[in-house]
């Protein structure tokens, strides 16, 4: 019968508690990091912003209105108020007139009487995915991007919405890999080389 030294049972041990610890991390990705990103508006979701902004009934409703419905950049966050210089850049960056919609461009002839709100609003929900020991260590980290984006224009003449337009993304998913095969000891060789070489 072999004997083992009180070294080795030592090793065989901490070997055995290891790879019990890397077995079982490996299906704890509830240990991983998460982020939530959500860009303040009146709405909470896609569906709600596309119903708000389906009330906005052009050469109808008015400024005053448009604060009743959740458009207005003095009370609401990421609602942001161009002047008619913007407008003409954003449907007419080369100045041609030929693109340009109708009452827009009715609107323009007014100068300073036409500007537009462009309402903003998204959420993005970031999750680390896959193997626990791989993301903590550095080597391998994988993330899980869901959300959805929502954007909102109203073209205003005198206080009237003339014009409105959106464009939006009801569902955003996507996975980023980011693969360091050296791990931690990457970071620490670009920290060496930045200290020597510094910028």
């Known amino acids: 019968m072999k004997l083992y030294s009180a070294t080795q049972v030592f090793m065989i041990v901490a070997t055995l508690l290891l790879l019990l610890i ?20 009146s709405w909470d979701n896609f569906k709600d912003a596309q119903v708000a902004y389906n009330k906005v009934v052009p050469g109808t409703t008015t400024v005053e209105e ?19 210089l913007k407008v003409r850049n954003r449907f007419d960056p080369r100045h041609s007139g030929a693109q340009l919609p109708k009452l827009v461009h009715e609107c323009l002839k007014v100068l300073e ?36 984006v929502f954007e909102a224009i109203f073209i205003i003449n005198d206080k009237v919405v ?11 998913e996507k996975f980023v890999t980011d693969s360091t095969p050296l791990g931690p000891l990457q970071s620490v060789g670009s920290t060496v080389v930045d200290k020597i070489n510094p910028l």
């Open 22 to 41: 890397m077995v079982t991390l490996v299906g704890c990705t509830f240990l991983l990091p998460s982020k939530k990103t959500h860009t303040v508006s």
């Open 66 to 84: 448009l604060k009743v419905i959740g458009y207005d950049p003095y009370t609401q966050p990421n609602i942001t108020i161009e002047n008619y």
């Open 162 to 172: 003339v014009y409105k337009l959106w464009s939006g993304l009801p569902q955003r």
């Open 113 to 148: 009487l036409c500007i537009a709100y462009v309402a903003n609003t998204g959420f993005d929900h970031e999750k680390r995915v896959g193997n626990v020991v791989l993301d903590v260590a550095g080597f391998h980290r994988k993330t899980h991007v869901k959300g959805w």
